[in-house]
């Protein structure tokens, strides 16, 4: 019982194992799937999270800024005690501290400008990072694509060999009828040997289409994935080329591609950068305030008596005062001892505030404020520029895909009729092969120009079909498949 339950689990892990493997890929799944796990799109949202961060700086510089500092030492030898300002030969330590903040009330708009620059940058970088989204989608689509026609192409390769080897039993009966000679069952051999290496090189072509998708999606290429096959793609009734006008699908396209509305935003931009640049020569008002106070070891306090010491005169002189002589004599105390003023005791004794506002006046600064602003007013110039051919090399590509969807779908046409015709004489020539009214080189003839007919069918359907998609794209429309 309990083997059999082992066998059922490992059944449904080899299953679940299995469908997982076979999981159909469709194209919208692809696309998703290469966005989502794109290294160049994870930049650019990293690049997003960094212009955010210069957005808040930019911001913050509207604050008051708060700092404090603590400065301790000890002097040796001859020096100023900084509480009394007297010479000292004592080693003094010494102790400062304070508060200072300070905050702009003006700065020519620069910090406005930065902040609107900032969000601007924002939406810049997020325009890019969805170009890229967009690129990545139309890779996508043309690798997808080609895995469908390399799997057509292959399904077609088998299709022919086993085509072949069915006239090759054809040959070998009439060849028994002696209605052939044998010789033309070594063309028939041909063919298969040739068909069998059209399988080979198509299954070849099949593997390196996938890893050119698995490299897009950054799938590891051990894995193995399939594309979701579809029965019979068609190509679309509505589409209709030559009914396109470039105005309309530019105009269409200039409100869908991200690059366009990334263009207007670094003009925008490039303005506030000038403003930036202007503000250098504006005055700057700030306010500032702080707060202090500081400590000594040699400080006395005249509360603290250890010693008072005693009065010791000293002997009666004679001095002239006042035109007659007068006795004279001085008292000095001597040895008297004072205790250190405690810590926090100096630290309010000592304590003191500031508060000033400071306006600055730019008068020269090298040129500095006109040199920016130029080089500011240059970079608007270049940004238009840049813009104007973004919008030139869209029109162009937009009428190249035109071009080339027309050319596409005429080649499509024009192979269909081919293989139409193709396709009837081929026929025609079986019937008059199995009558052996028509020998096996003519035959082979026939079925190798309607293969290669197919080939070409195949090709120009799904070129046509790839040029539809790329007019869907630049129109606004989602990439899929029906």
Not at 79 to 100: A, H, K, M, W, Y
């Amino acid at each position: 019982m309990f083997l059999k339950k082992i066998c059922v689990v490992l059944a449904l892990s080899f299953f679940i194992t299995l469908s997982y493997g076979q999981k159909k890929w469709s194209l919208t799944e692809c696309v998703q799937y290469a966005q989502q796990n794109s290294l160049t799109i994870k930049q650019g949202e990293n690049q997003i999270q960094q212009i955010k961060l210069v957005e808040q700086e930019s911001r913050y510089q509207r604050y008051p800024s708060v700092n404090s500092n603590l400065r301790g030492g000890i002097n040796f030898g001859r020096t100023i005690d900084p509480t009394t300002n007297d010479f000292t030969s004592e080693s003094v330590i010494t102790n400062s501290l304070g508060i200072s903040a300070g905050i702009n009330l003006y700065n020519g708009g620069r910090i406005r400008n930065q902040i609107k620059q900032s969000q601007i940058d924002v939406e810049v970088a997020k325009a890019d990072n969805e170009q890229i989204k967009n690129d990545i989608a139309l890779s996508v689509a043309a690798a997808y694509l080609q895995i469908l026609l390399d799997e057509e192409q292959l399904v077609n390769a088998n299709n022919r060999l086993a085509q072949t080897q069915a006239q090759l039993k054809q040959t070998d009966r009439l060849i028994q009828a002696g209605i052939l000679p044998q010789a033309d069952r070594l063309e028939i051999m041909a063919n298969i040997a040739r068909d069998e290496q059209n399988i080979v090189m198509q299954e070849n072509a099949v593997e390196i289409s996938y890893l050119n998708l698995k490299n897009i999606m950054q799938i590891n290429p051990d894995e193995k994935i399939r594309v979701e096959k579809i029965d019979k793609i068609n190509i679309p009734v509505s589409a209709n080329p030559e009914g396109l006008v470039l105005t309309q699908v530019y105009n269409k396209a200039i409100n869908n591609q991200p690059f366009i509305e990334a263009d207007q935003a670094r003009l925008n931009s490039a303005n506030l950068e000038t403003e930036i640049a202007k503000s250098q020569g504006r005055p700057v008002i700030s306010l500032f305030g702080d707060i202090n106070s500081f400590f000594s070891n040699q400080v006395p306090d005249f509360n603290k008596i250890e010693n008072p010491g005693q009065i010791v005169e000293t002997d009666v002189e004679q001095i002239l005062l006042d035109g007659a002589r007068r006795d004279f004599q001085r008292f000095q105390l001597q040895g008297l001892e004072l205790g250190k003023r405690g810590y926090f005791s100096q630290l309010n004794d000592n304590f003191g505030q500031s508060l000033g506002l400071n306006v600055s006046i730019p008068i020269y600064n090298q040129s500095r404020t006109r040199l920016s602003t130029e080089r500011a007013q240059l970079n608007i110039l270049n940004t238009q520029i840049a813009a104007q051919q973004n919008k030139q090399q869209l029109k162009t590509d937009i009428q190249r895909s035109i071009a080339t969807a027309r050319a596409n779908k005429k080649q499509f046409e024009a192979s269909e009729k081919t293989v139409s015709a193709l396709d009837a004489a081929y026929i025609n020539t079986e019937k008059r092969y199995k009558l052996g009214a028509v020998n096996t080189f003519e035959y082979s003839t026939a079925k190798n120009t309607l293969d290669q007919a197919n080939i070409d069918l195949i090709i120009a359907k799904y070129n046509y079909l790839y040029s539809l998609k790329v007019l869907d794209f630049y129109q606004g429309k989602r990439l899929e498949l029906k």
